[in-house]
């Protein structure tokens, strides 16, 4: 009986480092330049694609395909906040909610016409590896990603609390207007918010890669669940997103275990459903940190 | 003057083009162009719907699918399973409607911005979910065809497409008569205050809440009877066509494609979209998944970046250069 709640529990983990890798992008462009990225699911299908194609045509394992999905991610974001959400960026919502929207379609349907429909997977030596811990079954490709994912986690912490820039990042999304008059210079700081934010996202592409397969929708499932861990960890705050993030992930696979396999989808909505109604303001409470 | 502040001038222009709408199904005998007429007389009619919410108030909801599909539930399960004719059917699915947005708002209404229209995205998901898990509730995932009577008016079902023209035609101007009494009355410029800042306009007494639940019971209601009408139009319903995202995303990006908050952006953006869409589907055969939406969010993103007032305010600008000569207002 406990064992397999615990198996539950751990398969929950494991899937909920990715999930924290998408939030936490999510929430580090909520925070700091102040707009959702309805997007941000389809850059961890740019990552997956990339590190699909890079193994396939080149035998790069996915996990070495991090090395050029980050970076590729990092200056698409710096160009995206460039040459398109600052022209939008003000009072208005309505700009700022379609310019995003707009661009989730664009790359999903361009994903659709030039990569098909079509389901691809990489498989890799470790694909169908497993650790038996006491009774407990853990996949070797899912604790990788988890304990990459974890690490990118604590990296993007220590550099958002120790480096100048980290810090601007933070007084940014504090207060924009004190920050602007302490010098920081706010373009800059939004350039690097979306490329850390898409660099995430396509670590997180290129980590479900060996698990995972890659088609044109499969951001949609990833930015679903990040969008409510995002309020459930309270609109700005990284910590809150990682923590929320990883409840989804046992909330979804305990939903699987005990209601039914396609029920992780209204695990999830019923977490987004009762937030709101009895914590709008999500679990970590008052402002954003 | 008349007695509803009409100038003769749009009296005469608003009959011609009545007229012209009339007269259309009796030129055009080609059933291929009825069916594009359809279709955009009916968005016309759900992006009308969605504007008077998202286009005045700016609740920029992406859930307009859950009404749709209420709607197109609700008279079909009363066709079906009670032998109640859709016309009636088509009222209940809008009071449905009506009544699934109060709790909708309630829990939607508690954030701003973005995480609205998230939240929005998730109820309408959520009642797609339920209407394909709960089998016992109306068929499951696998969906149900409409009985096929032949010609039977007072079932809404009709042996011409020119028929259904006519119906969807009722409703857009329902709809835009609707949005016109609003736009000129109180309530329209309390609504365009709650979008321009809704702190501001609490500030100076409008009660938000009770504007924004009563525009969205308002905007549902429409939504459900295109619903009714797309279902008995198409002789078929499933969770996935009566919720489809594409449903909210469409009604949205047409009014915003035409001009949101405006009387005849819907309209205008919706001519737009379906001729271009059409056009690539002769074109290129609807043979490559995705060409349509490619463009359409290409077009999307070319009017928020250059022209965020759409269509109608391209044209008021022309209107104003060529015809008035005054200087344009910004």
């Known amino acids: 009986m406990w064992e397999t709640v615990a198996q539950a529990v751990i398969n929950g983990l494991l899937i909920g480092g990715i999930y924290a890798l998408v939030s936490i992008g999510v929430t580090l462009i909520f925070g700091v330049v102040k707009i959702v990225n309805f997007a941000q699911g389809e850059f961890v299908m740019i990552g997956m694609y990339i590190s699909f194609f890079l193994a396939n045509q080149f035998g790069i394992d996915p996990l070495l395909s991090l090395f050029v999905s980050m970076p590729v991610l990092f200056v698409v974001g710096v160009l995206i906040q460039h040459f398109l959400i600052r022209r939008v960026l003000g009072p208005n919502d309505m700009p700022q909610i379609f310019l995003t929207f707009a661009l989730s379609l664009l790359l999903l349907n361009l994903a659709l016409m030039l990569f098909t429909a079509n389901y691809r997977t990489v498989h890799t030596s470790y694909s169908d590896e497993a650790l038996h811990v006491g009774g407990l079954y853990i996949p070797v490709a899912k604790l990788i990603a988890f304990v990459v994912a974890m690490a990118l986690s604590g990296a993007l912490w220590v550099f958002l609390h120790t480096t100048d820039l980290g810090k601007a990042m933070r007084a940014a999304a504090q207060n924009r207007d004190v920050a602007m008059l302490m010098g920081i210079n706010p373009d800059r700081v939004f350039c690097v918010a979306l490329g850390i934010a898409l660099a995430l996202a396509g670590a997180a592409g290129s980590l479900l890669m060996p698990f995972y397969s890659a088609y044109p929708f499969v951001g949609q499932v990833f930015v679903l669940m990040a969008f409510v861990a995002v309020v459930l960890g309270t609109l700005g705050n990284v910590i809150g997103a990682l923590v929320a993030s990883l409840m989804m992930g046992v909330a979804e696979s305990l939903g699987i275990q005990y209601v039914g396999a396609d029920s992780g989808l209204i695990v999830v909505f019923a977490m987004l459903l009762l937030t709101l109604a009895f914590k709008p303001s999500g679990l970590g409470g008052g402002r954003a940190r | 003057m008349t007695s509803l502040g009409l100038s003769t001038r749009t009296i005469v222009l608003l009959s011609v083009g009545i007229a012209i709408l009339i007269a259309l199904p009796l030129v055009v005998k080609s059933s291929f162009a009825i069916e594009i007429f359809i279709r955009i007389l009916l968005f016309s009619f759900i992006g009308t719907a969605w504007n008077l919410m998202g286009g005045y108030a700016k609740q920029l909801s992406l859930g307009h699918a859950a009404y749709f599909g209420l709607g197109a539930y609700t008279s079909t399960i009363l066709q079906i399973d009670f032998n109640i004719s859709p ?83 009722g409703l857009l101007v329902l709809a835009l008569a609707i949005t016109w009494l609003i736009e000129r009355s109180w309530v329209g410029n309390y609504l365009v205050a709650i979008g321009e800042d809704e702190d501001a306009a609490e500030a100076i007494g409008v009660d938000a809440p009770r504007m924004k639940r009563d525009i969205y019971m308002i905007s549902a209601f429409l939504t459900a009877l295109a619903g009714t009408f797309y279902t008995q139009y198409i002789y078929f319903i499933d969770p996935a066509t009566a919720f489809s995202f594409s449903i909210s995303i469409e009604a949205a990006l047409v009014s915003i494609v035409g001009g949101i908050g405006t009387l005849w952006g819907p309209v205008i953006g919706t001519i737009l979209l379906e001729t271009t869409s059409t056009l690539l589907q002769s074109w290129l055969g609807s043979s490559i998944g995705g060409v349509q939406l490619t463009v359409y969010s290409l077009i999307l993103m070319a009017v928020i970046l250059w022209r965020p007032t759409g269509l109608m305010g391209m044209i008021d600008e022309a209107r104003h250069r060529f015809v008035s000569r005054k200087p344009v207002q910004a």
Do not use: H
């Open chain 2, 87 to 169: 016309w009636i059917g088509m009222i209940a699915g809008g009071l449905v409607a009506v009544l699934a947005s109060l709790p909708i708002g309630w829990l939607c209404f508690r954030l701003r911005g973005p995480y609205f229209t998230i939240a929005t995205i998730a109820t309408a998901q959520a009642l797609m979910l339920i209407f394909l898990k709960f089998r016992d509730l109306a068929w499951g995932a696998e969906g149900t065809t409409i009985p096929n009577l032949g010609s039977a008016p007072l079932m809404m079902q009709f042996e011409t497409k020119a028929s259904y023209y006519y119906v969807v035609l």
